[in-house]
């Protein structure tokens, strides 16, 4: 078991998929959805994304991402905001942010705790998460 399955592994459960807002894309998101999705770069805008000023977001449809149905319909190609869920270092920082995180999201760990969390989280390269 990886370092990074001792105190997350993703559901697909689609918690984290709903809601009103969404990831932002960066370029290397927009070329993954290109190569997973196997369309052009104009029909993905189309069908998928929204521009907010020079911003490149997914739609959201009925409260949740576009990709989401049932889970994430392009978990491999997924952008990398959505890769770090819910290991943002915003969890590091405060103990309540860990706690909250944790009781929304299934996939960490309940027993872990928050100092254990820290450490193997701090001894993690970037890559693998």
């Known amino acids: 078991m990886s370092s990074v399955e001792q105190i997350f592994r993703c559901r697909e459960c689609g918690f984290c998929c709903h809601g009103e807002t969404t990831v932002s894309l960066d370029d290397d998101d927009i070329r993954r959805l290109v190569d997973f999705l196997k369309m ?15 911003v490149t977001q997914m739609k959201i449809v009925d409260g949740h991402c576009i990709f989401y149905d049932e ?28 706690r909250t995180i944790r009781e929304s999201c299934p996939g960490i760990s309940k027993i872990i705790t928050y100092a254990d969390f820290c450490r193997i989280m701090a001894d993690l390269p970037e890559d693998d998460y």
């Open 40 to 54: 052009p770069l104009a029909e993905i805008n189309k069908r998928y994304l929204r521009q907010s000023g020079k």
């Open 71 to 98: 889970g994430c319909t392009i978990h491999p190609g997924k952008p990398w905001r959505c890769r770090q869920w819910p290991l943002h270092p915003a969890i590091l920082k405060d103990e309540n942010n860990f």
